[in-house]
């Protein structure tokens, strides 16, 4: 990974297949969150071409047209920044628009990606609905299901408004697809109250991470929590000690290269590593029970010392009871192997419209409206950092926490990273993957034998 420094923040420069990223540190940069769309108006002559005695009733206008139009989101917790800015515009929208209902239909991750999977079998994907980049949405675009974007983003300057590169990652053949939400990296937040209350520091070495895990135990209070029911987040951070024991970005581009396999000794090091802190009493008692919003409300709740997510949740743990006592870090190194200056990146989840939405004009006006309108009300809801477009303000001026500025502190170091595992590998892959990390959280497996299921799972998936 090159990295070459441009005013205002870092552009990692793609040297892989797999990487091609911009951080989002271009925040004082100038964006015209303007919020207007001009309606579509259509004259529609007469069609009575008889007498001219005869009483005509009047065309109905495009713009009067009844529209309901379908907003799957993964947006559901109503204390999460992201879900107050989408009521919001929603609302403003439907008054300017009377027209126009906008229908939300808020699920959690997990929840969202089944039921698009159903939806899609049956060729009735919603209006708007969300999806993540590169192999996940792939065979959607393959299946012709989302409509292209091109000419949407060259609409009202829409286009400008997102960081170099990031689009990169939901276009395909020439067409854009989706448009992000965020441009995240995985972090550590950790509950400085209760750290000092156990006596631990924060560690620098994973091995200095489990002392910290094993004395937190013994004072009774959950290390780290995570909601593991939604069995993405284990994924995410099991990536990350790979990212650490492969000693650096790239191995699944290895796998698919031929140059490496998931027996490796890398993979079956993260494996042992993350099971070591499993053993350690690290997560909350039955941690596959809890979903996304339930593990993370632990933390915002003072229940848990530790959260691993990315930077994203910055805005909702902001405004939770725990702000002002909450610090971050970086994933240490395991066993010496590692920079901690290399994360887990998150081009994040986006928005995409459907092929055969009866309403494909109108639901391209509005989500054109929302996504020029998100970065401001993002700034003034504290919920800006993270976003995938370039934010305008002063995020010290505008009262956002010392956590946050240490968040916006640590994009600036970013030197390189790797993508989650299921925005890399095929679907059938990443399912039995998901699968098999999730299964770590209650019982033991030799690594070995991981690392043969995962192995034995690609080769299947890709005769």
């Known amino acids: 990974m090159k990295v070459s420094i441009y005013k205002g923040g870092i552009k990692l420069v793609k040297t892989s297949k797999l990487l091609s990223l911009v951080l989002a540190t271009t925040l004082l940069l100038s964006l015209a969150a303007c919020g207007g769309n001009a309606k579509t108006k259509e004259n529609t002559g007469s069609a009575n071409s008889g007498s001219t005695n005869a009483t005509e009733k009047p065309a109905e206008k495009v713009e009067d047209k009844k529209v309901t139009i379908t907003f799957q989101n993964i947006y559901p917790d109503p204390t999460d920044p992201k879900n107050q800015i989408m009521k919001k515009l929603v609302d403003q929208y439907h008054t300017d628009h009377p027209n126009i209902t906008i229908e939300l239909d808020s699920l959690n991750t997990d929840q969202q990606k089944l039921k698009l999977k159903t939806q899609a079998a049956s060729k009735e994907v919603p209006d708007i609905t969300i999806v993540n980049p590169a192999a996940q949405m792939k065979p959607f675009v393959d299946a012709k299901l989302f409509a292209p974007l091109n000419d949407m983003l060259d609409q009202n300057g829409l286009k400008a408004t997102f960081q170099e590169g990031l689009l990169d990652f939901y276009s395909f053949d020439g067409n854009t697809y989706a448009l992000p939400d965020g441009n995240n990296i995985a972090v550590v937040y950790y ?19 489990l002392e910290v895990v094993k004395t937190l135990k013994s004072k009774g209070i959950t290390p780290i929590s995570i909601g593991e029911k939604d069995s993405w987040t284990g994924s995410f951070l099991f990536m990350n000690m790979l990212l650490r024991t492969n000693g650096g970005p790239g191995f699944l581009q290895d796998v698919v290269d031929k140059k490496k396999t998931f027996e490796d000794p890398a993979f079956t090091e993260a494996v042992d590593a993350f099971q070591s802190l499993v053993a350690a009493g690290a997560f909350q008692e039955g941690a596959t029970s809890f979903d996304y919003n339930a593990g993370e409300n632990l933390f915002k709740t003072g229940k848990s010392a530790m959260y691993f997510m990315g930077t994203w949740a910055t805005g909702g743990i902001e405004t939770s009871s725990v702000n002002g006592k909450v610090g971050v870090f970086k994933f240490p190194t395991i066993n010496g192997k590692g920079d901690p200056n290399e994360f887990m990146l998150a081009p994040g989840s986006a928005f995409a419209i459907s092929a055969d ?63 989650a595992f299921d925005n890399t590998m095929n679907p059938g892959t990443a399912q039995i993957h998901l699968n098999s990390i999730q299964n770590l959280f209650v019982q033991k497996i030799d690594s070995a034998e991981v690392g043969k299921e995962h192995q034995a799972a690609y080769e299947d998936n890709n005769k």
Request: glycine share 10%; no cysteine; net charge negative.
């Open 357 to 419: 939405s009866e309403h494909l004009q109108e639901t391209k006006d509005f989500l054109n409206y929302f996504m020029l309108n998100f970065p401001k009300e993002a700034f003034e809801a504290k919920g800006a950092v993270g976003v995938g477009q370039i934010v305008d303000g002063d995020f010290a001026a505008a009262g956002y926490s010392d956590m946050a500025m240490e968040v916006l502190g640590l994009f600036k170091e970013v030197k390189g990273g790797d993508l």
């Open 191 to 209: 509950n400085k109250e209760l750290f000092e209350q156990a006596g631990v520091k924060v560690p620098t070495t994973y091995e200095e991470m």
